[in-house]
T-cell receptor
Framework: GNSVTQMEGPVTLSEEAFLTINCTYT??????LFWYVQYPGEGLQLLLK?????DKGSNKGFEATYRKETTSFHLEKGSVQVSDSAVYFC???????????FGAGTRLFVKA | DSGVTQTPKHLITATGQRVTLRCSPR?????VYWYQQSLDQGLQFLIQ???????AKGNILERFSAQQFPDLHSELNLSSLELGDSALYFC??????????????FGPGTRLTVT
């Protein structure tokens, strides 16, 4: 079945630093790929998505590129802000069934 | 605001008790998902309903059950509660029965504390 592995946290960065959160997955076929973000005290919300190979999803300065060859969907941001402090979840579309799989989540702390 | 509502926001109860968590999906969404999020932040998929029918099951304990009603709201019933059931319980809804093909919209969660 499908599975996802994402970078363990917490990740602590200073404001304006570059962010990368790694995500790799195993899946049958070529699933759509999603990043969700959970701000403190809130539910998850979709951050960005990519639906086919080489697509780049982007939102709020975050980007992730669908890499079919390496089955990866790494999240990047060029200059993080304190307001980006949250937990980030990688989630591949589930193929061959209906169960939804989320990565373990990576907590990001951004210091002023 | 995702459009998904959950009640109650907080629930404190004793071991051995039974509670019911309620979720109303976004208008028009037929799929409802339930998740448990523990303190270590992991998100565990429990169960999915689509238009009243159970669609997929994750790691849901036998002490837990859920249903989706004709008006599409859903309830998650947790019985014989144990200390380890203390967690955040999220409901999400989606327009598509296969779930992650389209994004899921999450409610604000119910924080359950079992003492």
């Amino acid at each position: 079945g499908n599975s996802v592995t994402q970078m363990e946290g917490p990740v602590t960065l200073s404001e304006e630093a570059f962010l990368t959160i790694n995500c790799t997955y195993t899946a049958t076929g070529y699933p759509s790929l999603f990043w969700y973000v959970q701000y403190p005290g809130e539910g998850l919300q979709l951050l960005l998505k990519a639906t086919k190979a080489d697509d780049k999803g982007s939102n709020k300065g975050f980007e992730a590129t669908y890499r079919k060859e390496t089955t990866s969907f790494h999240l990047e941001k060029g200059s993080v802000q304190v307001s980006d402090s949250a937990v980030y979840f990688c989630a591949p579309e589930h193929t061959g069934g209906f169960k939804t799989i989320f990565g373990a989540g990576t907590r990001l702390f951004v210091k002023a | 605001d995702s459009g998904v509502t959950q009640t109650p926001k907080h629930l404190i109860t004793a071991t051995g008790q039974r509670v019911t968590l309620r979720c109303s999906p976004r208008s028009g969404d037929l799929s409802v998902y339930w998740y448990q999020q523990s303190l270590d932040q992991g998100l565990q998929f429990l169960i999915q309903y689509y238009n009243g029918e159970e669609r997929a099951k994750g790691n849901i304990l036998e002490r837990f059950s859920a249903q989706q009603f004709p008006d599409l709201h859903s309830e998650l019933n947790l019985s014989s509660l144990e200390l380890g059931d203390s967690a955040l319980y999220f409901c999400a809804s989606s327009a598509n029965p296969t779930g992650a093909t389209y994004e899921q919209y999450f409610g604000p969660g119910t924080r359950l504390t079992v003492t």
